[in-house]
């Protein structure tokens, strides 16, 4: 049983679980995927252990670095370049319907914005959260959540929402929650999907219709070891990425049929994936192990994203 996970489930039970699914066989086999980037060696900056992943208007792949470089990858893989950095750490990132990119930057506990016409990289608003981890633009709202992992050691509050002319901030949904990670609105822009890392479980929040947190219910539990990051299909298919063990699961739009979409074993070519982007029926993954971006062809056409729902 890892540190953090609820106490009340037996160690004993989480493993069987895992044997279990490690048995299972993925739905696509390890060769759908390749490895998009490699920035192993890339110079004067390198592809430091990415975590967060997006994809531009022109279909460009934009990640962030454990040195709080924000990098952006051609869109036929041939070439990368720093754009600008926060000297941090970056977790999540994602686009606003204007081109402005976002990002978490854990180490600095705030949201950062690179300018979508001047390429200025400056904080955005004046909130500071425990561990910022994933944003998501809501168009219809004018808004952002973010998680706040809070720690990995207790349970903690929760999910942020951001002005995205302003950059005010505040606490949206206020409950504990099991180390608050990856997220995903839903096609139609009702309700919020969030990882909750250390229950090995993704949570429903309902936006009401006043835009404030519903009742949240379980989507889907039982994804081990420690899920992380979200991506959604057009037809409302969810994908779970897994930081241990290497593995993408793959939910029904109402949480059923969890299965293993594709899994690494040796955890080299899809390696400790944390989020996921889609460009068409191309799914792009992070690795947070080592130092390039996967491409994963998935047979499904991803969401795109912001979700602009009326």
Do not use: K
């Amino acid at each position: 049983m890892h540190e953090g996970q609820n106490r009340s489930e037996p160690g004993a039970l989480v493993a069987r679980q895992w044997q279990r699914d490690l048995s299972v066989e993925p739905l696509l086999p390890i060769e759908r995927a390749r490895v998009f980037f490699d920035g192993t060696f890339a110079e004067p900056v390198r592809l430091a252990h990415p975590e967060g992943v997006a994809v531009d208007g022109d279909g460009n792949v934009w990640c962030g670095t454990e040195n709080g470089d924000l990098i952006r990858i051609d869109a036929d893989g041939s070439s990368m370049r720093a754009v600008a950095s926060t000297g941090g750490f970056i977790a999540g990132i994602a686009f606003d319907h204007r081109g402005n990119l976002f990002a978490c930057d854990i180490r600095y506990g705030r949201m950062y914005r690179l300018d979508a016409e001047q390429r200025r990289l400056e904080p955005f608003g004046e909130a500071r959260l425990r561990i910022p981890n994933y944003p998501v633009v809501d168009v219809r709202r004018n808004c952002m959540y973010v998680s706040d992992s809070f720690s990995f050691d207790a349970p903690g509050p929760g999910v942020w929402r951001f002005d995205l002319d302003t950059g005010g901030a505040d606490l949206w949904y206020g409950h504990d929650m099991a180390f608050a990670n990856g997220m995903a609105l839903r096609p139609q822009g009702d309700a919020l999907l969030v990882v909750e890392s250390t229950r090995c479980a993704v949570v429903e929040i309902p936006i009401r219709a006043s835009g404030e947190a519903g009742e949240p219910r379980t989507f889907v539990d039982g994804v081990t070891e420690f899920p992380d990051g979200l991506a959604l299909a057009r037809d409302g298919t969810v994908y779970i990425s897994c930081y241990e063990p290497s593995v993408i699961y793959r939910t029904d739009p109402n949480g059923d049929n969890l299965r293993p979409l594709i899994r690494d074993r040796v955890a080299t070519l899809i390696a400790h994936p944390t989020n996921m982007a889609f460009r068409g029926e191309e799914m792009f993954t992070t690795n947070l192990g080592r130092w390039h971006i996967t491409r994963i062809d998935v047979g499904a056409e991803g969401l795109p994203l912001p979700v602009c729902a009326p």
